[in-house]
């Protein structure tokens, strides 16, 4: 049998996981009606030494004009509507699981992020968006004058 060195926190580390699982899914389309849907989707953000990107899912666009993306006071907001065309009668429908109707996801960006020549496309049901990083966030190595 192993023994565990006792971590009085450790109850907390999986309370914190939940969290992050709860606050992470879809929980707001529990609260919408049938005829106004609202969807967050789901966002991955990493950086490379030049740039920020932020990888939004977004299956089923069919026009750039469906989707919109806003900064403004270093806040990103991805906006649009997904529309699906339904060819089956509702009495024929046995299940119904894929997204459509109005979605919006916002995220704060990085002090360092520059909102000027954001790049955006999208490829495969992704939307990925290029945001440049800021030169004069750069760090600076002070000279030390010893007496």
């Given at each position: 049998?192993?023994?565990?060195?006792?971590?009085?926190?450790?109850?907390?580390?999986?309370?914190?996981?939940?969290?992050?699982?709860?606050?992470?899914?879809?929980?707001?389309?529990?609260?919408?009606?049938?005829?106004?849907?609202?969807?967050?989707?789901?966002?991955?953000?990493?950086?490379?030494?030049?740039?920020?990107?932020?990888?939004?899912?977004?299956?089923?666009?069919?026009?750039?004009?469906?989707?919109?993306?806003?900064?403004?006071?270093?806040?990103?907001?991805?906006?649009?509507?997904?529309?699906?065309?339904?060819?089956v009668r509702e009495e024929q429908m046995h299940r119904r699981e894929r997204f459509f109707g109005r979605f919006q996801r916002s995220i704060t960006?990085?002090?360092?992020?520059?909102?000027?020549?954001?790049?955006?496309?999208?490829?495969?049901?992704?939307?990925?968006?290029?945001?440049?990083?800021?030169?004069?966030?750069?760090?600076?190595?002070?000279?030390?004058?010893?007496?």
């Amino acid at each position: 049998m192993a023994l565990i060195p006792y971590d009085p926190f450790r109850h907390l580390e999986s309370i914190r996981r939940d969290m992050n699982r709860f606050f992470a899914s879809d929980f707001p389309s529990l609260f919408t009606h049938m005829d106004e849907q609202h969807w967050m989707p789901r966002i991955d953000m990493h950086e490379t030494e030049n740039e920020y990107v932020v990888s939004c899912d977004l299956p089923g666009l069919e026009r750039k004009e469906d989707v919109h993306i806003d900064v403004q006071n270093n806040m990103l907001t991805i906006s649009g509507t997904i529309q699906r065309h339904h060819d089956v009668r509702e009495e024929q429908m046995h299940r119904r699981e894929r997204f459509f109707g109005r979605f919006q996801r916002s995220i704060t960006l990085p002090a360092d992020a520059a909102t000027e020549n954001i790049r955006a496309t999208y490829k495969n049901g992704v939307l990925d968006i290029h945001i440049p990083k800021t030169t004069t966030g750069t760090k600076k190595r002070v000279d030390i004058e010893f007496h």
